[in-house]
Every structure is written in C-alpha cells, then in structure tokens.
C-alpha cells in the first residue's frame, strides 16, 4: 500500500546515517571539548532520526495505515532551535568548523528537497503532512548551522580585517 513511501524512507534512512557519520568525523577531529560535544550532539540526532525513520518504515511495511496524529505521538520530537551549545565551538579553529557547518548546511538543504519533492511524489494526505512534518524537522538544523555558520564567518572577516563593510 505504501511502495512509494518506503522507497522514501529508506532513502532517508541512509541520509541520516550519512549525516551521522559526517557529524561523528567532525566530532572526532574536533580540536576542543565544546566543538566535540557540539558535533557528537549532532550526530546523536541524526542517529535518533534513523531510529525513528526505521520504526516508522517498520509500520508501514507492516501494511499498518499511516495517521499523523499517531507518528507525532509516536517519537518524532522536532529539535528546540536552542538544542545545541554552539557558544563552546572554539573559535580558534573556524576556518575547520565553518567547513563543517557549510557542508552541514548543504546536507541539510538537500534533505529538506529531498522531503519536498518525497511530499509532491505521494497521494495520500497523511503522507503529505509526514513529509511536511520531517521537512520542519531538518529545518531546525538548517537554521542552526546557518546562524553559527554566520557567526563564524564574521568572526573570520574580523580577523582578516575584512571588516567593517
């Protein structure tokens, strides 16, 4: 009943393996504590949302009916957008860390297309609005990585003495 929809979410299941190892690399070359934490932090919830996407594609495959009400009662917790301690990022190393957040941000925009174009690919409404709710869900990272991404790159101007504009 849902071969589309679990075509979809195997594809983001290993979307967000791939995010999870991206993350746990980063972390793992980290030059501080608080960039370390930051990252694993990150990789972490990329690893919650494999394992949610699993249990979700476990439903599905099951031939179980898809309701939103009871996948947003289910696990599927959308991240605060103050979840992650960017503050401790060190910025003596923000050329590293800007690389990371500019390819995390990239990460981030190809699943909110990929969910997008999942959303326009399906009949049903409830699928449609799983789509609409996981696209919110990677929009909390992209805002993340946008923000410290831009504190980083002012931060790098200033150094540089490109700045003031």
Do not use: C
Not at 62 to 73: A, V
Not at 83 to 102: C, H, Q, R
Not at 104 to 128: C, H, L, P, T
Request: no cysteine; aromatic share 12%; proline share 2%.
């Amino acid at each position: 009943m849902y071969k589309e929809e679990l075509s979809i979410i195997a594809q983001a299941i290993l979307n967000e393996m791939e995010g999870y190892e991206f993350y746990k690399m980063a972390g793992e070359q980290a030059n501080t504590q608080g960039t370390k934490d930051a990252f694993m932090s990150l990789a972490n919830e990329e690893l919650k949302h494999s394992e949610y996407l699993r249990k979700l594609w476990t439903v599905l495959s099951d031939g179980n009916e898809l309701k939103i009400e009871e996948i947003l009662q289910s696990g599927l917790v959308i991240p605060s957008p103050e979840i992650y301690k960017w503050d401790k990022v060190d910025k003596l190393y923000s050329t590293k860390e800007m690389s990371i957040f500019g390819i995390g941000m990239q990460m981030e925009k190809s699943s909110i297309e990929f969910y997008e174009n999942a959303r326009d690919k399906v009949k049903s409404q409830s699928s449609k609005d799983l789509f609409d709710v996981l696209i919110k869900w990677e929009k909390v990272h992209l805002e993340q990585f946008t923000n410290q991404y831009n504190m980083l790159k002012e931060d790098w101007w200033a150094e540089q003495r490109f700045a003031p504009f």
